[in-house]
């Protein structure tokens, strides 16, 4: 889609509560934003005790994401950015509503951890709001909450904590019945969820406080009747807290700024901001109206320019953990040699993959800062454990995937099943960064290897010059013990 020859991007946010579109064009450097969709969803209110999304639920998104398509019918995939937040992290039977949408709605969909949540929140928020002091940004959510302290573009320290108003209205207020005892159970709650990062975020510190989304935005919209201007002040919070017990129900709510789809999740939003706002010794905050769409807009337009942050938290893991950069380097050039002459044959597509190789190739080593024996394991952990800003849930799973299994033997049960990528598309992955990591093993630099090289659909044949091979006989012996690993992921490697 284009206006006056200005391209415009896209950013949908399918969070536990509503889903969000966003369209805004580039213009001097920034977004001017040209139409907003908000749909409620209840996503969250479909989860059940075991984390499985139920018919009903799914089907709502269905029905949104297909107006959704109809809006976005012009755009180019690559215009447009796609996020689910917490509801789809924890359902367990995502793939399933992965295939419904799919038939739907063509825009590829990234599920992104609570960090990767948090770290663009602060992002939508730093774009548009200046401070030159540290502040505190706040976002309370369907399912999760998200906190961050950062300072102008570079967050300090970010967390997504198991709360949010849908989750805490459905666990305290089901019924409708609003009493001072069940806010304070569900304030307790909040604050035994904020224990672990109170300290740290306490010393810190901070000289701002913004709070994003929708419950924050309703809240400061009663207490300053409709002027989002205002601070919203702890005090208030309280006297609506009492107000709502007088009322006795959420039907009887006599709050005129209250909408009311707002309603049924209006006193679990209010307990958690409560609770954030006593732990954190807050007398009052700031509404900010930009949030995780923005920073999804601003990450979009750094991709198509070419500044993926992915590559730069690749690059500062391998600095912190001393990474053989010549060694990485080498199998990256191996991976740019193989791949090419492999994708037709394995379907391997996605150019997304060969990136996916490369990265896990510059951090299958971070493991030897805890020991060289299981480096593979070490360095697997590690990856898993860390971070990531940037990368999606999938990309950070098979970045430890392929490090895992890089050497040593390979074990299919250890493998999780991934929500988008065939598990023959992994496996054949794994096997070909097994063979870079293998032709490097010696660290011999620019020394080639003579071989030829023929591929077909499940096999790969590999066919030595001269004597060379029997003049290499360990080399020779690692080639025959990998034939049995590759085996065992339903490929088969030829050597001669």
Same mark, same amino acid.
């Given at each position: ?10 950013? !949908? ?39 499985? =999304? ?7 998104? !269905? /029905? ?6 109809? #809006? ?51 992002? %939508? ?11 505190? !940004? ?45 806010? /304070? ?24 406080? =913004? ?10 919209? *009663? ?9 919203? #002040? ?47 010794? *807050? ?35 391998? $600095?912190?953990?001393?990474?053989? #950069? ?66 999606? $849930? ?29 598990? %023959? ?63 065992? =992921? %339903? ?6």
């Amino acid at each position: 889609m284009q206006t006056n020859d200005v391209t415009t991007y896209a950013a !949908v946010d399918l969070g536990s509560n509503s889903f969000h579109l966003l369209l805004a064009r580039e213009v001097d450097g920034r977004f001017e934003v040209l139409h907003k969709e908000k749909q409620r969803v209840y996503l969250a209110a479909g989860l059940d005790a075991k984390n499985h =999304l139920d018919d009903d639920a799914i089907e709502r998104a !269905v /029905n949104i994401l297909r107006q959704f398509a109809v #809006t976005l019918a012009d755009f180019s995939p690559s215009n447009v950015k796609v996020v689910a937040t917490y509801t789809l992290r924890r359902a367990r039977n995502v793939k399933r509503f992965m295939q419904r949408v799919r038939a739907v709605f063509p825009f590829h969909i990234d599920i992104i951890s609570g960090q990767e949540e948090a770290r663009l929140i602060y992002q %939508g928020v730093a774009q548009h709001v200046h401070h030159d002091e540290q502040r505190l !940004v706040i976002d309370i959510g369907g399912g999760s909450t998200e906190l961050v302290i950062g300072e102008h573009h570079q967050h300090r320290a970010l967390s997504s904590r198991n709360m949010g108003c849908v989750s805490f209205s459905q666990q305290f207020f089901k019924d409708g019945k609003i009493t001072q005892k069940r806010f /304070n159970r569900a304030i307790v709650r909040a604050e035994q969820e904020l224990e672990s990062i109170s300290n740290t975020f306490s010393q810190l510190g901070w000289q701002h406080v =913004l709070a994003t989304s929708g419950t924050a935005k309703t809240l400061c919209a *009663i207490c300053q009747e409709g002027d989002l201007n205002n601070p919203l #002040t702890l005090e208030c919070l309280r006297k609506l807290m009492k107000t709502a017990c007088d009322a006795g129900h959420i039907e009887e709510l006599p709050f005129t700024e209250l909408p009311l789809e707002r309603r049924a999740t209006f006193c679990g939003g209010l307990a958690i901001l409560i609770a954030i706002m006593q732990n954190f010794a *807050i007398d009052e905050l700031q509404y900010c109206d930009y949030s995780l769409r923005e920073g999804l807009l601003h990450e979009l337009q750094e991709k198509l320019s070419a500044k993926d942050i992915r590559q730069s938290t690749i690059e500062n893991l391998s $600095q912190r953990y001393v990474v053989d #950069t010549q060694h990485a380097a080498n199998i990256c050039t191996t991976l740019e040699w193989l791949y090419p002459q492999l994708k037709d044959a394995w379907h391997l597509d996605d150019p997304e993959l060969l990136s996916s190789l490369m990265w896990a190739a510059q951090l299958h080593e971070v493991g030897l800062s805890i020991n060289s024996s299981g480096l593979h394991k070490h360095s697997a952990y590690i990856i898993a454990n860390t971070q990531l800003p940037g990368f999606t $849930q999938e990309q950070q799973r098979l970045l430890v995937m392929l490090i895992r299994f890089h050497r040593k033997k390979v074990k299919l049960r250890e493998m999780p099943e991934f929500i988008e990528l065939p598990s %023959g598309v992994l496996y054949r992955l794994i096997a070909l960064f097994r063979l870079a990591a293998l032709l490097n093993r010696k660290r011999q630099g620019a020394t080639s290897t003579p071989f030829n090289l023929a591929v077909k659909a499940n096999s790969l044949h590999l066919s030595f010059k001269g004597r060379w091979l029997k003049e290499n006989s360990l080399f020779a012996a690692d080639l025959d013990a990998e034939q049995e690993q590759w085996k065992k =992921l %339903g490929l088969t490697l030829k050597v001669s």
